[in-house]
């Protein structure tokens, strides 16, 4: 089994642009210089799936926290936007959700490529979180993530 590459702290964070759940346009670098704040960008398999929905509704529900940390949180699946707008609009989700259907960002983050899956080696999302600085490095790097209690192991290696 190959590994997928992996971001490690210190690494640039490749630069995206991608649409959001309303089809606009978001860049992370535009992000990061509009707003000052570091990003925390997770990335997740499937939009309106059990354990992605677990882990969506808790970064909604510790949202306040990042923010007041200078965190802004963004989410990436291979979703197309409508299914993204559908999500957000049915879990009453108040961050940016984005779309990558072509997986190009997945793959440049390390996010996509071979797995097990109930013991099988399969091609799919890798549950990870990349938290980017104010400077665009890599700050912290997470990969094969547990939808279930994530967001609090991310407060707690941030500080939050």
Same mark, same amino acid.
């Given at each position: 089994?190959?590994?997928?590459?992996?971001?490690?702290?210190?690494?640039?964070?490749?630069?995206?642009?991608?649409?959001?759940?309303?089809?606009? *346009?978001?860049?992370?670098?535009?992000?990061?210089?509009?707003?000052?704040?570091?990003?925390?960008? &997770?990335? &997740?398999?499937?939009?309106?799936?059990?354990? +992605?929905?677990?882990?969506? +509704?808790?970064?909604?529900?510790?949202?306040?926290?990042?923010?007041?940390?200078?965190?802004?949180?963004?989410?990436?699946? *291979?979703?197309?936007?409508? #299914?993204?707008?559908?999500?957000?609009?049915?879990?009453?989700?108040?961050?940016?959700?984005?779309?990558? *259907?072509?997986?190009?960002?997945?793959?440049? &983050?390390?996010?996509?490529?071979?797995? #097990?899956?109930?013991?099988?080696?399969?091609?799919?999302?890798?549950?990870?979180?990349?938290?980017?600085?104010?400077?665009? #490095?890599?700050?912290?790097?997470?990969?094969?993530?547990?939808?279930?209690?994530?967001?609090?192991?991310?407060?707690?290696?941030?500080?939050?």
């Amino acid at each position: 089994m190959s590994d997928p590459i992996r971001l490690e702290t210190g690494d640039p964070a490749p630069d995206f642009t991608l649409d959001d759940a309303d089809g606009k *346009p978001v860049t992370l670098s535009q992000v990061l210089a509009e707003t000052g704040k570091r990003v925390v960008l &997770y990335f &997740y398999p499937a939009a309106m799936t059990p354990g +992605c929905t677990t882990e969506a +509704c808790d970064f909604r529900d510790n949202l306040r926290d990042f923010d007041s940390a200078g965190l802004t949180v963004l989410g990436v699946s *291979p979703d197309t936007t409508d #299914k993204l707008a559908k999500f957000r609009d049915k879990e009453g989700l108040t961050f940016t959700l984005l779309g990558d *259907p072509d997986k190009e960002t997945l793959r440049a &983050y390390g996010a996509f490529g071979e797995k #097990k899956n109930y013991g099988r080696v399969v091609q799919g999302v890798i549950r990870s979180t990349i938290v980017v600085d104010t400077d665009g #490095k890599v700050e912290r790097a997470f990969y094969n993530v547990k939808a279930t209690g994530h967001v609090d192991r991310i407060k707690r290696e941030l500080g939050v």
